[in-house]
């Protein structure tokens, strides 16, 4: 698997596996299982996906097995919003490492700048069923982030979701740079602006939702990347699908895409990337395509002094 160095001189590779609403009973084990067979190293999940136990369960199966090892894989996940006070961070990343059943962390990353209402409820709603935002300095949380690699509970720290204000004033603060930021990524948010800022300060792009999330988040969209035309024509000039033009455009727009699927067969055709690559021409075709549309809102947090979006990148 190919790979790129992040700022601490560890391999990320460059095409990983996520698996948000991998929630049936034994999806996300068998999605897990199912990648590794196939060739991928790289997982992506957090602890609000509820399902950090099975993803840890497969790849573990796979080491029983002694088709891998643990340090050929590179496993992400993340800090939920409930635990962004300072003292919380070590708590919740050692919860991850028990829910995984693993000794480490590979990347370990602030999913969102937005705080929430602490205590066990991931979606602290009042009662008039608003979302409970509670304020807290992410420069605070990253504070404990920091611990967390002191203590070796994770190789590597990053962020989620993070403008680019956000990250100089973290940078600013920072003793550990970040590694990463995980952003929405695809040929209708192509997030070049972004992308070229953290370049320059040093962290890598994960592209979240790089298929545009057709089946989940984007249920009720119609303008699902997948389908369109520009793209098609695409995938018919190079004798691939869609999804395998998408995902390819993304490396070689500089990111890291982490396409989700329970579905052994669409895996495969995700993972089948390798074998061709997108002309200048037809890149700046695809680039052209951008319409700045965010799929992923984190919507009732709009109101927070740390939303996101706001602002143009
Ligand atoms: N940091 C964040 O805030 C954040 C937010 C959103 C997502 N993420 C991460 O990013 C990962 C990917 O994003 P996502 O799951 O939202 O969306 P995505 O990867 O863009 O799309 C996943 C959907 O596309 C379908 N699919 C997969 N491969 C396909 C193919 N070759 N052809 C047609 N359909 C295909 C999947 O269905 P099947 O399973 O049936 O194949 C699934 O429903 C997540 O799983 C999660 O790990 C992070
Ligand atoms: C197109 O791709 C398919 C699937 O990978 C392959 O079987 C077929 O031979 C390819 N056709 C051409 C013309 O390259």
Redesign the pocket.
Known sequence: MYSVKLNNNRDFPVLG??????TKEGEAEQLVKDAIDIGYRHF???MV?RNEKEVGAGIKAKISEGVVKREDIFLTT?LWCTYHRREKVVEACKTSLSNLGLEYIDLY?I??PSAFKEGDDFWPKDSDGKLMIEYVDYVETWKGMEECVKLGLTKSIGI??FNSQQIDRLLKAATIKPAAN???C?PYLNQAKLIAFCKEKGIIITA??????????AKETTQAP?QDPKLQELAKKYNK????IILRYLIQHGTVP??????KK??Q??FDIFDFEISKEDKNAIDALNKNIR??L?TGTEEDKNYPFGIEY
């Open positions: 596996v996520g698996t948000l609403f991998a992506d999940t957090a996906y993340k990353l999913h969102s989620s979701n995980q952003i929405e695809h979240y939702s790089p298929l545009g999330s057709p089946n989940a988040i997948l699908t869609v999804a395998q982490i396409p989700k699927s329970s579905n669409r895996l055709e995700n799929i992923c984190f």
